[in-house]
Nanobody
């Protein structure tokens, strides 16, 4: 069983930055594919960014490319999402997800989410 716990959400002004963290259990964390998703108040959950493989290949949604950066620290079993140049439309609950197979095709484990509000 893999457990995930997000932190780092909050209220930020447009143009500001936040860094989300996701602490993950599991002895083989370094082999997991990890991802961030988000769900706005009146929208479906959407993929934001993912990281996988021995070389930490990354993938981003078009809406966040150039502004968000996903990274991981395997010594801390933690994945991060650095969010810069935040916009009102980034307001959502952000979820961390894990795929222990490493493929990143199906995320079976989810955290409870951390809320991000971008507003002046």
């Amino acid at each position: 069983q893999v457990q995930l716990a997000e932190s780092g959400g909050g209220l930020v002004q447009p143009g500001g930055s936040l860094r989300l963290s996701c602490a993950t259990s599991g002895r083989t964390f370094s082999s997991y594919a990890m991802a961030w998703f988000r769900q706005g108040l009146e929208s479906e959950r959407e993929f934001v960014a993912g990281i996988k493989g021995p070389y930490d290949a990354t993938l981003y949604a078009d809406s966040v490319k150039g502004r968000f950066t996903i990274s991981r620290d395997n010594t801390r079993n933690t994945v991060y999402l650095q969010m810069n140049s935040l916009k009102a439309e980034d307001t959502a609950v952000y979820y961390c997800a894990a795929d222990p197979t490493g493929y990143g095709a199906q995320y079976d484990y989810w955290g409870q989410g951390t809320e991000v509000t971008v507003s002046s």
